[in-house]
C-alpha cells in the first residue's frame, strides 16, 4: 500500500488551486487509466485543502503522481483501468482525511510565525518607545499620576502574557508533540500571545496620547512619531495573521 504523501508546512491559506488534469501526466498514463475516477479525487482534494495556490498545486501535482502510479500498478494486477483507478483512490484515503493532514500542517506553521513575531515586537517595542520618551525633555508631572500607574501595571502584564504565551505556544508547534499524527496547531496560545501584544500596543498608544494631551512640550516629537507608526504597522500585522490562522478552528458541529 502506498501512503499518502507526508504534508509540508510551507504554505499559508489563500486563493483556490485548480487540481491538475490526470492526463496532465503524460498521454501514455492517461490512454490506460481512468481519469474521471482521479480527477474526481483531486478535485475534493483541492477544495478541502488551506493554501496558496502554488503550494496547492504543488500538493496536487503530488497526489496526481502517486495515484496515477497507485492505478498503473492495480492495472497489472486487475486489468480494468476502471478498477484500478478506484483501488488507487481507496488506497490513499478520503481527500478530507489527505487535506486535513496538510492543513494541520498549515496551522502549526501559521501560529508558530504567530507566537515568534509576538515575542519579536516586544523587545522592539519597548526599545523603541523607551527611546523616544526618554529623549524628550524632563518629565512632565511633579508626581506620577494615577494613570501612569495603571498604564505601566497593564503594560507589565500584557508583556508577561503575551511573552509566556508565545513561548508555550512555540513549544507544543516545534516540539516532539507537532510531529504527532493529528497534532492540533497552538491556536490558543498563539491568541493569548496576540492579545497580550495588541494590549502593549493600546497601552502605549493610550500613554503617548495622555502625554502629548497633558504636556505636549514634553515629548521629542520627531522620535514619537515613529514609534506610532510601528505601533499600528505591528497591530495591523498581528491582526492580519490573526483572521487567517482563525480558519484552522476546528468546526465544531451544530447542536440539533
Known sequence: MRPAPAPGDGYEPEADAAPPAAHA??????????????????????????????????????????????AEAHLDDCGDPEEAGRRAVAEWGSPATVAEA?????????????????????????????????????GPWERRPLLLDAGLALLAFGTVLAAASALSGLRA???????????????REAATATFGVLLVLATLLMLVVNRGVTAPASLAWPLIAPAAVLNLAFGAHLAGTWRRLRAHRPVRPRRP
Open 102 to 138: 496538510h492543513n494541520a500542517a498549515t496551522g502549526r506553521r501559521r501560529a508558530r510565525r504567530q507566537v515568534l513575531t509576538a515575542l519579536a515586537a516586544l523587545p522592539a517595542l519597548a526599545a523603541v518607545w523607551s527611546t523616544a520618551m526618554l529623549a524628550g525633555p524632563t
Open 25 to 70: 501526466a503524460g498521454p501514455d498514463a492517461a490512454s490506460a487509466l481512468p481519469e474521471a475516477v482521479i480527477d474526481d479525487y483531486l478535485r475534493r482534494l483541492a477544495a478541502e485543502l488551506i493554501g496558496t495556490r502554488t503550494r496547492r498545486r504543488a500538493i496536487l501535482d503530488e497526489a496526481l503522481d502517486g495515484l496515477l502510479a497507485a
Open 173 to 187: 508547534a516545534t516540539g516532539p508533540r507537532a510531529a504527532l499524527p493529528g497534532a492540533a496547531p497552538p491556536l
